[in-house]
């Protein structure tokens, strides 16, 4: 199993919820976050003072797909929130040992 964290910028959260929905792939834990890359926050102007934003909003959405959907998965994701434009985002894929339904006990892919 794989665990796939994409981080992307808040307005594509719809546009990646939907291409997930529509390859099958419906669970998916959502989470405001703020964060910089190579973008480096950005500046704003409040009652005529400019202030520099060191952290700019973004959103995390993790996923836990079998391994054969893995690349399907990120694939859409990347699609889905591509706007071509600086800040897009990162997507990042981690190995999962174990998954367990807490109300069943299913285990593995069973569990998904």
Do not use: C, W
Not at 4 to 19: G, N, R, S, T
Not at 73 to 102: C, H, M, P, Y
């Amino acid at each position: 199993m794989k665990k796939i964290e994409a981080i992307i910028k808040p307005f594509k959260l719809d546009d990646v919820k939907e291409a997930l929905s529509e390859i099958g792939i419906y669970g998916m834990t959502v989470t405001e976050v703020n964060g910089y890359g190579r973008q480096k926050g950005h500046k704003e102007i409040y009652r005529g003072a400019e202030y520099v934003v060191d952290f700019v909003p973004k959103i995390k959405v993790e996923i836990v797909v079998n391994d054969e959907r893995a690349e399907e998965a990120v694939t859409t994701i990347r699609n889905a929130a591509n706007s071509g434009k600086i800040g897009d985002g990162k997507i990042f894929v981690l190995s999962v040992e174990q998954a367990i339904r807490v109300r069943t006990g299913e285990t593995g892919d069973e569990a998904l």
